[in-house]
């Protein structure tokens, strides 16, 4: 078992920190941040760096290239790539933990080495109101579990996951059956880039459901 293998086991076993995976082609990555909120963050690294009391962005550099994992905890109300920074570099989000997040508008815009997201638990997004952009260029993402997210807080999704190649369809199935089976908001408009769902069953139902019942209007790729 690899060193960052163990890493991350050990740290998804004792602590409920926000983990990402990412690729360091350099010799540095940089967590992004948004000036609009206030943080105190801790990071830990998979090659065993500490760095505490974080307030702002935070460059972390490595003694080689390679994939790393990073670990944050405590204040930290939004990840902002924005399409910009080491946004290419982002490979995974290993766990969302118990990060209070304030705002996931514009956060991985444009991170096209996000394919797969494999956390199997849900971010809190008890205390966010925006996803504008959340996915968008995020090309190459087929798969993340958004059925355990929820967004029955959410009142903007405007360009949600724009230009994404497409959900793995039974990915977009359990998300649109999951977010029918909330209270969402009215009025909403999330795209889906190319994403398609499955006629005849569950899923057309809970698309039917958002869009007579809600009225959302959700541009994807239809149905198969």
């Known amino acids: 078992m690899s060193l960052r293998r163990l890493f991350l086991q050990q740290a998804q076993a004792v602590s409920n920190d926000f983990i990402i995976e990412v690729d360091v082609v350099g010799s540095t990555f940089t967590i992004p941040t948004n000036s609009i909120y206030n943080y105190l963050y801790d990071v830990t690294t998979s090659d065993g760096q500490t760095i505490l009391g974080n307030t702002g962005n935070l460059t972390i550099t ?91 807080s959410i009142t903007s999704f405007g360009n949600f996951m724009l230009n994404i190649q497409a959900l793995d369809t039974d990915i977009y199935d359990a998300t649109l059956i999951s977010w029918a089976a909330q209270t969402p908001q009215m009025n909403q408009s999330p795209n889906f880039g190319g994403s398609k769902y499955t006629l005849g069953g569950a899923a057309e139902a809970a698309r039917t459901t958002l869009a007579t019942t809600y009225n959302w209007n959700i541009s994807d790729g239809g149905g198969v």
């Open 62 to 152: 490595f003694t080689s290239i390679g994939v790393y994992y990073i670990n944050i905890s405590g204040i930290f109300p939004q990840i902002y790539f924005n399409n910009g920074g080491d946004k290419t570099n982002l490979l995974d989000i290993k766990q969302w933990g118990d990060i209070a997040w304030s705002d996931f508008s514009r956060s991985f815009f444009g991170c096209t080495g996000l394919t797969v997201v494999t956390a199997t638990d849900a971010p809190d997004l008890s205390g966010v109101t925006g996803m504008v952009a959340t996915f968008r260029n995020s090309t190459n993402l087929s798969r993340i579990d958004f059925s355990l997210w929820d967004i029955s």
